[in-house]
């Protein structure tokens, strides 16, 4: 028999999946896709860190409903060799739930709660290799035990940016606006001549400067710095289950997940759905979840 599984996000129930028999799943408080956090132990260093960059990000999940915007939080860290480009959210998930599982929960967890469970993280992670000049996206599988990352890795392409003479003001430095097109997307981004890292943001690269904001022309997606600190760090990565797809696969298994959960995170269980504790369950015989890909093609 499974055990009861608390699905988390920021260890903050989004669902709870149980059973009363053998395969019979009880979802409850929401139909969205859950995530859980896992222990950050076991660090290896990979680079050094020089600077690291805050972006705010609003993205729509939904297309059919386009005022339906979450938020999350990414940071992006410049080293030498690499660059990491990852959710600040889920690390902190990871985080919290590191110190919850060896001490217990802190007294203002309720206050913890009501702060992040206003973010909607997006899961993925993208590694450049400079010197190889490659990314590496990642993903992490939703549901669980255990929690599984999806990786696929694709020399980086080169962008044909188009500069203009519109100026405006990022945290305190002058940017210039360009356009490009990349993953079936046309975007606009705002780079700063300022600060001539060499490193990649997402996978935007290649402009005469740190781009320090950028969005789709649909409007769907949205990255904004919030903040820019020099250092001097090691970057910092943890060991975690990493399963190696082609690009093709990757892509068809997220399509997979969201357009059929039921046989794909739940496949073989009979999935009841209660979306409050007072409701009585019924059960899914369909089941889809809207999704809108940073990458479209």
Request: net charge neutral; charged share 25%.
């Amino acid at each position: 028999m499974r055990n009861l599984i608390i699905i988390c996000l920021l260890c903050i129930p989004l669902r709870m999946q149980g059973q009363e028999d053998e395969g019979t799943v009880i979802i409850r408080n929401s139909l969205d896709l859950t995530y859980l956090s896992i222990a950050i132990d076991n660090p290896f260093v990979t680079d050094t860190v020089n600077c690291i960059v805050d972006y705010a990000v609003r993205y729509v999940p939904d297309t059919l409903d386009m005022n339906s915007t979450y938020k999350d939080v990414y940071q992006l860290e410049i080293g030498r060799r690499y660059s990491r480009f990852y959710g600040r959210i889920e690390y902190l998930s990871d985080s919290i739930s590191s110190v919850w599982k060896r001490y217990g929960r802190p007294n203002d967890y309720a206050e913890q709660r009501c702060v992040l469970r206003q973010y909607h993280p997006l899961y993925w992670e993208i590694v450049e290799d400079r010197e190889n000049a490659a990314f590496t996206t990642l993903y992490r599988y939703p549901s669980g035990p255990p929690v599984v990352f999806y990786a696929y890795k694709v020399d980086k392409e080169r962008l044909q940016w188009t500069l203009t003479h519109h100026v405006r003001d990022i945290c305190g430095y002058r940017c210039f606006r360009a356009f490009a097109s990349f993953g079936g997307r046309k975007w606009i981004a705002w780079f700063a001549p300022e600060l001539p890292l060499n490193s990649a943001v997402w996978k935007l690269w290649g402009l005469p400067g740190l781009v320090l904001a950028f969005e789709d022309t649909q409007g769907h997606y949205k990255f904004e710095c919030t903040a820019i600190r020099t250092c001097n760090q090691p970057m910092v990565e943890y060991k975690r289950p990493r399963r190696r797809l082609s690009r093709k696969d990757w892509v068809r298994l997220i399509e997979l997940i969201h357009a059929d959960p039921l046989n794909s995170l739940e496949k073989g269980n009979t999935v009841y759905y209660k979306p409050t504790l007072a409701e009585p369950a019924e059960q899914l015989t369909s089941w889809t979840i809207p999704y809108n890909p940073i990458e479209l093609e």
